[in-house]
């Protein structure tokens, strides 16, 4: 079309003219649809996930071992980087070897044919491999996919675990953690958080800020992981006093171990042998990702340096084995690398396996790895086991994984100048051999001594951290306006709960409706335990919980609308949950339901008291929320306008007088959604408003501007990106 200078219409016409255009035209269609037809009927037909998912292998049948599952979001094999994926495979294999039955929960997303794949695989070194699916009704923020996911998926299988590893990362053990705490699940199980790196330490070591409000949640779920737990292992003591210094509240109760991350059992770390004296060095070599955290810069710097240095002819090769990424990739390298009087070999993609083998065939190399931040380096336990000479970054917990007397030798200040100096060192003097200060045998019986110790552990998370009375009389506060058939059923609901030593108060919101007196009336006799007070004009709902409040005999106090339904544990849940926390106040997820069903047909996941990330959305929970008294009437009790968001500002409230607000993980409620609900008469900005005021009287008037854009940014945010707040799981 372009050489005739014809369109591509006319073209074609012409073509189709020709009958031999058309015959091989039509040969090839005919062709194509045979082959069509015959991969559809060979290919196998539909995994029925449901038929793998919870099959053990054959040989849990003679293991006596306890039932171990590692939840996890990286795994070796589905993942093919990644340090938490290494440690978590190793510990599996491990355990699996050591007659415990091992299960796989993995949180990350898979193909179905990717899912058989690693069914199969792990199921024949006798480990059962299971995706956690997540409930179609939940809705929750994208950060909080992954620890949903894994607490509902477990809590409906509490049978298949007696100890449970979930690593902190991502904070995918925060809500199993929390409900252990409160006592709604896991009373007999050990969730034992492995702590490896939070998000928010790989970040700030990567010079980067915060992408958005939702990557502040995930970092605020690893730090309450941390506080929750009551037992914790982690591969250095720098981790555990990072995680203090960062906001940690770690009991006094909790159990803590130090252990080395677990290897393999594998020929590839039976070392080599080392040669008496000091290795000769004329081979560089930079394993890792080719960015800042990993020190790529700082690597390339310091061969600079050596490259105009009275040593560069000693040095005979650099290789770089890695990942690329937008910091740094093959061809800034090799640009780099022009001025260089030495070669410069760039590998990409190339897995640690591959990496060991090709260092035992040089023994004149040295592997460098000149991280900016780490806690415990796997790469570093594994190039040492293999006989491999090392250099690496003087941070984090690296320093413990090496004797004292190897450190100087084999640690350098995370910066080019030291790094170089230690490359002269090397080339001129030799590299002296690296030493583990535990060596890979030994750190296995530790995991292995520690898993028998496991069960004897004492059930910390079961203690009671405030006294309250299993009759503990607690005051139930109803706003009432208009809706006679909808608040018999809320009553209704109140009275079937466990808990029974209740008082009701109904706060009549001068309702227009001539039936409502009447019906009022006629309340005392059917609910004994019940008064109703009045108000002669509408203040809303905000303003009849605060009187309805002020009206209560009891010390705690819980709120729930006139058409929504208490589920009949919720009042015994709460007072568990305040006794095993000491919370000051407490609220619920939320379901939403239609008409008479109690079939949830959303969920909107909370997650207690984050106070930075509250200034974005709501994720306290709803307007059905438990409290002490003194607490709620100490804060200012309700926002009174007329459509606020004033749960959202209770919970802001709470939070900035320095009260304990937390979130049950569970809906405790039915929430009902209609058309006349106030929720859908708010105005986003106007509703906003007083929950935007509560954080701006926290700041001087100068930078209260700050919250508006902060909360503008994130509205455009949300705007735009529709997966946001209801994300497609998968």
């Not at 190399?365 to 086991?385: C, G, Y």
């Not at 006799?525 to 002020?550: I, M, P």
């Not at 320095?658 to 986003?684: H, I």
């Amino acid at each position: 079309a372009h050489q005739h200078n014809r369109g591509w219409k006319q073209s074609l016409l012409i073509y189709f003219s020709n009958r031999n255009s058309r015959i091989y035209f039509l040969g090839f269609f005919f062709l194509f649809s045979l082959v069509f037809i015959f991969h559809r009927s060979v290919s196998p037909p539909t995994l029925n996930l449901s038929t793998i998912r919870e099959d053990p292998p054959d040989d849990w049948k003679g293991k006596a071992g306890k039932k171990v599952c590692m939840v996890t979001a990286e795994m070796k094999g589905p993942n093919k980087y990644g340090g938490i994926g290494s440690t978590m495979h190793s510990l599996a294999l491990l355990l699996s070897e050591e007659d415990y039955k091992v299960s796989i929960i993995y949180t990350s997303k898979l193909s179905v044919d990717d899912q058989a794949q690693w069914f199969q695989h792990f199921r024949e070194k006798g480990i059962l491999f299971m995706m956690a699916q997540p409930s179609p009704t939940i809705r929750a923020v994208r950060s909080l996919k992954r620890a949903v996911i894994a607490y509902e998926f477990l809590r409906a299988r509490e049978d298949l675990c007696d100890i449970i590893h979930v690593h902190d990362y991502m904070g995918i053990g925060y809500f199993m953690l929390l409900a252990q705490k409160m006592g709604i699940a896991f009373q007999n199980t050990i969730i034992q958080l492995d702590v490896h790196a939070p998000n928010s330490f790989v970040r700030e070591a990567s010079l980067r800020f915060p992408n958005d409000a939702d990557e502040m949640i995930q970092e605020w779920l690893e730090i309450q992981s941390v506080s929750l737990a009551s037992i914790i292992v982690a591969p250095s003591r720098f981790i555990v006093d990072w995680y203090r210094s960062n906001g940690a509240e770690i009991s006094n109760s909790s159990q803590i171990r130090y252990l080395h991350n677990v290897l393999p059992k594998d020929p590839m770390y039976d070392g080599q042998p080392w040669e008496l004296g000091n290795r000769t060095i004329q081979e560089i070599i930079y394993f890792g990702k080719f960015d800042r955290v990993k020190g790529a810069d700082i690597f390339l710097d310091a061969i600079d340096a050596i490259s105009t240095s009275n040593l560069k002819f000693k040095l005979k090769k650099v290789t770089m084995i890695g990942v690329v990424n937008n910091y740094i990739d093959e061809a800034y390298i090799k640009d780099r690398a022009k001025s260089w009087p030495f070669p410069v070999d760039v590998q990409l993609k190339k897995d640690t396996r591959y990496v060991m083998n090709y260092v035992k065939e040089r023994k004149d190399s040295v592997l460098v790895f000149p991280s900016r931040a780490e806690n415990s380096p796997t790469v570093v336990l594994e190039s040492v086991s293999a006989g491999a000479c090392i250099l690496a970054s003087n941070v984090g917990g690296t320093p413990e994984l090496l004797k004292p007397s190897s450190r100087p030798f084999h640690l350098f200040e995370p910066n080019s100048k030291s790094l170089s100096e230690f490359f002269g060192n090397f080339l001129v003097h030799g590299c002296p051999r690296p030493e583990l200060s535990v060596q890979l045998e030994e750190t296995r019986k530790q995991h292995i001594n520690w898993h028998v110790t496991l069960p004897t552990v004492p059930k910390t998370w079961q203690q009671e951290i405030v006294s309250i009375p299993k009759n503990e009389l607690v005051c139930v506060v109803i706003p009432f306006y208009n809706r006679i058939s909808t608040v018999i059923q809320t009553l209704d609901s109140i009275v079937e709960n466990t808990h029974s030593h209740v008082e009701i108060v109904l706060v009549s919101n001068a309702s227009p409706d001539p039936a409502v007196q009447s019906f009022l009336e006629t309340l005392p006799s059917k609910y004994s335990n019940l008064r109703v007070v009045h108000h002669k004009v509408n203040k809303y709902a905000g303003a009849a919980r605060n009187t309805g409040a002020k009206e209560c005999r009891a010390n705690w106090i819980m709120f729930i609308d006139d058409d929504d339904l208490s589920r009949p544990h919720e009042i015994s849940t709460y007072l568990e949950a305040a006794r095993r926390t000491g919370a000051d106040a407490l609220s619920t997820w939320v379901s939403l339901f239609q008409g008479n069903s109690k079939e949830a047909i959303e969920t909107y996941v909370g997650v207690g008291g984050s106070l930075a990330t509250g200034v974005f959305q709501n994720l306290f929970g709803g307007a059905n929320m438990f409290m002490k008294k003194s607490a709620f009437l100490e804060v200012g009790g309700y926002d009174e306008a007329r459509l606020s968001f004033e749960d959202w500002k209770l919970g802001v409230s709470f939070l900035a007088k320095g009260k304990k607000f937390m979130v049950v993980p569970e809906s405790l409620y039915w929430y009902r959604d209609s058309p006349q609900s106030m929720m859908k008469q708010l105005s986003a900005y106007g509703a906003t408003q007083s929950v935007l005021e509560a954080y701006r009287e926290m700041l001087p008037k100068d930078m209260r501007p700050m919250i508006d854009l902060a909360y503008g940014m994130h509205f455009r945010q949300m705007q735009s990106d529709p997966e946001y707040w209801n994300p497609q799981w998968w």
